[in-house]
């Protein structure tokens, strides 16, 4: 009996330290990887970012295309967003009249 109470408590005192070594290790370990895993994670919201971005961008013009039918007209209105000077816009309406294929 003796000697279960002295294993019991010897196990006890092993958790208890295995807990306290937890409870002020872990903290002070996630603060001095916190750089690393910003920087780990930060390439994965932007690239996450980007792609809702994307993917907003194509839904809006997929709703300006359903709302102006006329392809001149929409042609215009995305020379006018590009902010291009008109040798740049004729350059593009001559690569929009000899594209084979929208892609």
């Not at 006890?12 to 330290?17: A, C, H, I, M, N």
């Not at 295309?65 to 000077?85: E, H, M, P, W």
């Amino acid at each position: 009996m003796v000697i279960d109470t002295a294993l019991f408590v010897v196990a006890l005192y092993e958790v208890g330290k295995k807990l306290a070594e937890k409870a002020v290790i872990d903290p002070t370990l996630e603060k001095g990887l916190e750089p690393f895993k910003r920087w780990l994670i930060s390439g994965y919201d932007a690239q996450k970012a980007e792609g809702e971005l994307h993917r907003a961008l194509l839904d809006a013009l997929d709703d300006a295309k359903a709302q102006i039918s006329d392809s001149f007209v929409r042609l215009k209105i995305v020379n006018s967003l590009t902010g291009l000077g008109m040798d740049a816009h004729r350059m593009l309406a001559a690569c929009a009249v000899e594209m084979a294929r929208p892609d």
